[in-house]
């Protein structure tokens, strides 16, 4: 099952965390544009109430969370109740596919990469932002999971473990990129993102899917 709870519940605390970290927020959407193909069709796997999908004139989303779901059909977004390990979606539909920060939600990385897969068209882009379990960032979540509704039922991953869950879903032209330098309430203004990782607290990674 989704990890649906707390995104019910806590809809409103969600949505107060992008306003009070705005430039956070805007930092994560500058590395995620750098991957995002222009005038393609693309969906948002965890699409939760837009606030990645808007930016990208992206129209598709999937979303356990009735809430959040429900929010976003209120923005004349598509979106679908469904989980990522189990997508009612057409094998090779997508130009691109975009998740962020939804990993730590899933309970079957494997499968759901491979549901990805086979809705990608041949050459198509796979574009994952999250928070780098082994970054300042992401071990400062995992001691505050206990008291975060949202961190408590997340599991974070390092960038060794997402490469390694997409190369064995047969992606390939892996790229990395970082954002989010220093403390989050320390961030006054947009950060430029840098090649690879180990550095910045949020990680986007794209890779394809071969044609072969």
Request: aromatic fraction near 14%; glycine fraction near 8%; charged fraction near 25%.
């Amino acid at each position: 099952m989704a990890r649906t709870e707390p995104f019910d519940k806590y809809l409103n605390e969600y949505e107060q965390w992008f306003k009070e970290y705005s430039f956070v927020y805007q930092s994560e959407i500058e590395a995620l544009r750098h991957f995002i193909p222009v005038g393609k069709r693309g969906i948002e796997i965890g699409i939760g109430t837009g606030r990645f999908a808007i930016p990208f004139n992206i129209r598709e989303g999937v979303e356990p969370s009735k809430e959040m779901r429900n929010f976003s059909l209120r923005l004349g977004l598509t979106v679908y109740d469904a989980i990522a390990e189990n997508l009612p979606l057409s094998n090779e539909s997508y130009d691109f596919v975009l998740m962020v920060t939804t990993i730590c939600f899933i309970d079957d990385i494997k499968k759901a990469f491979n549901e990805v897969h086979r809705i990608l068209k041949s050459n198509g882009n796979f574009i994952v932002g999250f928070v780098d379990k082994n970054s300042s960032l992401g071990m400062k979540y995992e001691v505050l999971k206990e008291h975060n509704p949202f961190y408590r039922i997340a599991t974070f991953y390092s960038v060794d473990n997402v490469r390694h869950f997409l190369t064995e879903g047969k992606f390939t032209n892996i790229e990395i990129i970082q954002t989010i330098f220093g403390e989050l309430d320390q961030i006054k203004e947009v950060q430029q993102f840098k090649e690879g990782y180990g550095e910045g607290g949020f990680v986007v990674i794209k890779a394809d899917k071969s044609s072969n």
